[in-house]
């Protein structure tokens, strides 16, 4: 089956489980890679014979307001998405609501909805190694599911958990520090998804431009960029509690 896939996904996590859900469907027919700082997202236009899968990882249970941002520009013309919100073993809270209320706003039609685990953009021992084989396993099984539905023709929107108004974001942002192994090779400035490196200081971070999605420090070679180890102590103890425990993935449909 063909489909175009709609994907924020700074660090890598949001990509495997979108790949996870789709290994049964073929290649994509199209990518909209939401991280993509300098693309016009209103020129991008699907149609009502299109099947779109639309993933994003939740931060701190709503939507990255970038990935919210750059999903309403587009124009869905009654594409049928499937939503997959990707989290890191806590919560995902309102993240698939309010997916699913931008991507109606932009046209699409939401026909299924899965909310999947990958490890923790920031606190890596949190969910490390998923999506694994058994989530493999269950997003296989997922899929066909979905599958199903979408030969079928059934374009029956599914009832997604989630509070409106939205919980209100929050959170101290961990904005990264560049090290002395830094070569200013650029690749961190080319690479943000909010332009919060400066290009001709790269060791300058706009603290108010940065969303704390760690691609910075995922991509570089040289492992220069660092989020400070007191932060992340005190996020791990604080989280400690509600990340243990294997969340298991969902479906809706």
Not at 119 to 134: K, N, T, V, Y
Not at 233 to 251: F, I, Q, Y
Request: hydrophobic share 40%.
């Amino acid at each position: 089956m063909k489909y175009t896939t709609i994907i924020f996904s700074p660090t890598g996590g949001t990509e495997k489980v979108a790949k996870a859900l789709t290994a049964t469907w073929g290649e994509s027919a199209a990518t909209v890679d939401l991280t993509k700082m300098d693309k016009d997202f209103a020129q991008v236009a699907l149609t009502s014979e299109d099947v779109a899968v639309i993933a994003v990882p939740s931060y701190g249970g709503r939507m990255p307001g970038l990935a919210a941002e750059r999903l309403a520009a587009l124009h869905g013309n009654g594409a049928r998405a499937v939503l997959v919100c990707v989290y890191g073993n806590r919560a995902y809270e309102d993240t698939l609501v309010e997916m699913e209320d931008l991507a109606k706003q932009a046209g699409f039609t939401v026909i299924a909805a899965v909310a999947a685990i990958a490890e923790h953009s920031i606190l890596r021992q949190f969910a490390a190694g998923r999506p694994d084989a058994e989530d493999q396993g269950v997003l296989t099984g997922y899929a066909q599911k979905i599958l199903n539905k979408l030969q079928a023709g059934e374009t029956g929107m599914p009832a997604i958990p989630g509070t409106r108004p939205y919980k209100k974001v929050s959170g101290v942002g961990m904005v990264p520090r560049t090290g002395t192994s830094c070569t200013k090779c650029g690749l961190c400035a080319a690479e943000c998804p909010a332009g919060a490196v400066d290009k001709n200081n790269i060791k300058s971070v706009d603290k108010d431009k940065c969303i704390s999605c760690m691609r910075c420090v995922t991509i570089c070679p040289q492992n220069a960029k660092s989020v400070s180890a007191l932060m992340l102590s005190g996020a791990s103890a604080m989280l400690k509690k509600a990340c243990s425990g294997r969340k298991a993935c969902e479906l809706y449909l």
